[in-house]
């Protein structure tokens, strides 16, 4: 079975972004693969948090994967910090990882614009931890929106780097990390912005141009059918000259789980009113049950505990055993047992 691997972080409200190019696409992957998702509070630190709302926000995330249809019985669910070899193995990463490949990561260049009173040490290895936080665990594939990619393959760079490092020249020494692959959804892999539907919808963002999972569905409505569209009337996916259309479209298939062109075909002849109507009503079709299950969850905070325990229980077996191997490999004495 293929091992697969994702995270997201506790910071501010899931978007709809976050629902449609990681949550749904990688629950739907529980019945064909090994799957594996955590709750990134290490990675949420680098950014100023308050704590009291990081706590929420961190049972927030692991009620919205439960929401979604994650099975906590198939599937491993976790906090990032529960498991103490992320931390341990993105220290020795760090040593494989150059500044200036960091310096050209898109999402650092975001933040230290977005934070620049606080361009701390840990945003700017975040991407490190990132890879140490998949090389753990042996992963043949990272589901993500878009917007990762970059991180993923420089994970990989670190790895084949790793490798390379301590098997060239040893005749039958293996590789130590599986090198993963990015996996990107058909369909919704970059949900943008409803105001500015040229940049990516961003949890961080709180404005008109966001839908954020736990909004009321009357102002999700709301904002569907104000978002901008562009010049013209037929509704067709034509990212370059119709990004506002073809952002709706893209949404309005990923809810659905058809293709583009399957929406497309739908709305042919329709105008762009009765098209904004449409798509907010699929949209809240899909949320409102999910938003229930949600609320239902956040209030049996020890149910949530006790299965964000078990995924630690089972995550921490299989991250020793890597660390340990990675250990031995780079000369660190292991404990005396
Ligand atoms: P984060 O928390 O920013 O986002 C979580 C997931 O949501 C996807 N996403 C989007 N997809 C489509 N359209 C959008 N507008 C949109 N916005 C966000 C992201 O691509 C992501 O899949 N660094 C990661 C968390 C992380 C991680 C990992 C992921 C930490 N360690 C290891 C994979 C593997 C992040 O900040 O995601």
Known sequence: MKKILSGIQPSGRPSLGNYLGAIKPQVSLQDEADVTYFIADLHAITVRQDPAELKKRTYAVAAWYLACGLDPEKSTLFVQSHVPAHAQLGWILNTFAQMGELERMTQFKDK??????????????????????????????????????????????????????????????????????????????????????TAKMSKSIDGKGTIFMEEDVKSIAKKIRSAVTDSGSTVEYDVANKPGIANLL???????????????????????????STVADAVVAEIEPIQKRFNELMNHRAELDKILKVGAEKANIQAERTLQKVMRKVGLVPPAV
Do not use: C, W
């Open 250 to 276: 893209e949404i309005y298939a990923t809810v659905q789980n058809i293709s583009i062109e399957a929406a497309q075909n739908e709305f042919s002849g329709q105008q762009y009113g009765a098209f904004k």
């Open 112 to 197: 230290s614009k977005r934070h620049s009173h606080n361009i701390n040490v840990g945003l700017f290895g975040y991407p490190v931890l990132q890879a140490a936080d998949i090389l753990l665990y042996n992963i043949d594939a990272v589901p993500v929106g878009e917007d990762q990619k970059q991180h993923i393959e420089l994970t990989r760079d670190i790895a084949i780097r790793f490798n390379n490092h301590y098997t060239q020249g040893k005749e039958g020494a293996k590789p130590i990390f599986v090198v993963p692959e990015p996996m990107l959804p058909k369909t919704g892999a970059r949900v943008k912005d409803l105001q500015n539907p």
